[in-house]
């Protein structure tokens, strides 16, 4: 069953076989189905066409042209509709511009206490799993 939904292919069921599969990096078109790789490139990409938005330097109305090549650019995806691009996330029909960065500062200050904590606690995975 876990190999049918999760698509492997090899006859491997090991747990370093099943933690490959669930940590595959794939593209994707919704920044909240990405993984851990491709995900900062989702905020990148939203980041400078707010930057140049906000500059002067993008029209609204080439909102849409400019998400399709920067997904294109930074992910190489090709983007079927507005729907799944520039207008997938409410954050800027709320206004709320300069949001998206802070995804990134927060997972890059995770991954760095965690790293931290790990080295500095003996048994802090032990401790987080309680």
Known sequence: L???????????SSPEA???????????????????LTY???????????????????????????????????LGVEVPSDAQ????????SMLAYGYFPTYLIGAATAAQWAHYCQKDIPDFAEKVAK
């Open 18 to 36: 099943l933690y490959k599969a669930v940590n595959a990096a794939h593209r994707s078109l919704i920044r909240v189905e990405a993984d851990e």
């Open 40 to 74: 900062p490139l989702h905020v990148i990409l939203r980041y400078r066409l707010e930057r140049d938005f906000i500059d002067g330097k993008l029209d609204v109305a080439d909102l849409p042209k400019e998400w399709n090549r920067g997904m294109k650019d930074l």
């Open 85 to 92: 691009g520039c207008l997938q996330d409410v954050h800027w």
């Open 2 to 12: 876990v190999k049918e939904h999760l698509k492997i292919d090899s006859d491997d």
